[in-house]
């Protein structure tokens, strides 16, 4: 927006606050004008709103990572009636309605004044009040308890969110026991704020850190589903390293991953290593498992419910993760062709394992020649063979007259390695091939596939 855009004046909050400092005016000067428009026809029904949590925190700190939340006094019947086809009750019974905007999408949430946690998990019973400074005090940490009055430009920081975050530090709101007992997931959620990116390491506020040891088995309760979404967060996180490395020391790792008891300092130093800025969340969750074998592995990521295509890559890495190629061109080729846009990060990150003596999949040191794999590997010319077959079943049928069947199935992928293994482009060149190979003897399940490792 520009400064010209006007912020009505809506109810004001019954809380002391102080101007909003720099780094904030600038945001509230280009907030985008839906949002405007959203607080100010809330404004215009006598209500009051405010940006709150965890994007204030993000202006505050000069990132703006686009999600913008706000809460207001309207009851969540009155913000539907207000805005009608642009509302969604995406969590009516919490109060929180999601406004569809230009683009992107605000969740706006009535103050609510809630009480008791008695399953460690959800609040019993959730009642509209009309008061920010409770709804504030029933946030998670100070830097996600502050409030912004955007018309007034007023910051409200009842718990000194701001000092925190200038101090690097993460403190609970209110007494870090009872909150922590009030809901485990927060015990996830501060290991994740410690991490601030192109920022050094946060610390934990003592009494917190006692808090989040003492209290963990209070994260048996919580949803898996709920626990991934901050764990998923940590693992991709700049400070991944240090943060799992805590979540070890402290024990809090076996709530997400109940077999890591254990994660060697050296493997946990490969994750702060620079791959090209090509780590995906697979990779890290192959590594930090590296040591597990395949079937721990798939017992473990079964667990945390993942999305299958994120549960099936991770294990297809973990697995391959243990065979390191051969030092041979056509070897190369057909591991080329198996990882297809995955190999080259692949080598790189089974070169890490190997220098660092990582021992993979239980069994011990990845064996081979890393050093000549990686010489072989730079020097390997680009593909020219297209990734499908050269020929079909039927040209096989004609030329050898295998009948249709397993050996007709693997004779055809016999020929398809081969035509990745010499980089064949004429169907000639695959006929001589045939004429050379020993089809017609031995057990066809024992011939060559196309497949690595
Ligand atoms: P991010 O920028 O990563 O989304 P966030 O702080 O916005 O971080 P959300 O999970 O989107 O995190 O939560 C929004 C806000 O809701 C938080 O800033 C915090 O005020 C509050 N909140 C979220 N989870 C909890 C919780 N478990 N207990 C108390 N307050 C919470
Ligand atoms: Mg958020």
């Known amino acids: 927006m520009t400064i010209t855009q006007q912020l009505d004046f809506g109810r004001e909050a019954a809380l002391a606050g102080t101007p909003c400092p720099e780094p904030l005016i600038r945001w509230i000067e280009k907030l985008p004008a839906d949002l405007v428009d959203i607080h100010n026809r809330i404004a215009e029904s006598g209500h ?21 939340d706000m809460c207001s006094t309207c009851t969540p019947e009155e913000v539907m009636g207000l805005f009608g086809e642009q509302a969604i009750p995406t969590g009516i019974e919490f109060g929180t309605v999601t406004i569809k905007g230009v683009d992107q999408h605000y969740e706006l949430t009535t103050l609510r004044s809630e009480s008791m946690y008695r399953d460690g998990r959800r609040p019993d019973q959730v009642t509209w009040g009309t008061s920010l ?17 955007l018309a007034r430009r007023v910051l409200y920081d009842p718990f000194n969110g701001a000092k925190d975050m200038e101090e690097h530090l993460v403190r609970a709101v209110g007494d870090p026991m009872q909150r922590c007992d009030e809901d485990g997931l927060r015990i996830f959620r501060a290991y994740r704020f410690l991490d601030r990116g192109q920022l050094s390491l946060w610390s934990l506020e003592p009494a917190l850190h006692r808090a989040m040891q003492s209290k963990q088995p209070i994260l048996a309760k919580v949803a898996i589903e709920r626990k991934w979404t901050e764990f998923r967060k940590i693992m991709n996180g700049r400070h991944a390293p240090e943060v799992l490395s805590l979540m070890v020391d402290d024990g809090t790792i076996q709530h997400i991953m109940p077999s890591l008891r254990f994660v060697t300092p050296e493997l946990l130093a490969l994750f702060g290593k620079n791959v090209n800025d090509s780590w995906l ?14 079937l721990e592995v798939k017992r473990t990521l079964g667990n945390l419910k993942l999305p299958k295509f994120l549960l099936n890559d991770t294990i297809r890495f973990h697995r391959n993760l243990g065979t390191i190629p051969d030092a041979h061109t056509s070897s190369l080729r057909v591991f080329r062709y198996c990882l297809g846009e995955d190999a080259p990060i692949h080598l790189r990150l089974q070169g890490l394992l190997s220098d660092a003596s990582v021992t993979v999949h239980g069994r011990g040191l990845l064996e081979g020649n890393m050093v000549e794999v990686m010489r072989k590997w730079s ?19 004609m030329r050898a007259g295998v009948e249709q069947g397993v050996r007709l199935g693997r004779l055809k992928n016999w020929l398809h390695r081969i035509q990745i293994e010499h980089d064949i482009t004429e169907v000639n060149e695959i006929e001589q091939h045939l004429s050379r190979l020993s089809w017609r003897h031995g057990e066809p399940l024992e011939w060559p596939q196309l497949q690595f490792p």
């Not at 709804?135 to 912004?148: C, I």
């Not at 969340?281 to 395949?294: A, I, N, P, S």
């Open 379 to 397: 020097s390997l010319s680009p593909q020219q063979t297209p990734n499908e077959s050269l020929v079909d079943g039927h040209w096989i049928m």
């Open 48 to 68: 009051g709103s405010w940006v709150v949590g965890g994007c204030v925190r993000d202006a505050l700190l000069g990132v703006s990572n686009g999600d913008i």
């Open 133 to 149: 400074e409770e709804d504030l005090s029933r946030r998670d940490f100070t830097f996600n308890a502050m409030a912004v009055d």
């Open 281 to 294: 969340l697979k990779h890290r969750l192959g590594f930090l498992l590296v040591e597990f074998d395949t």
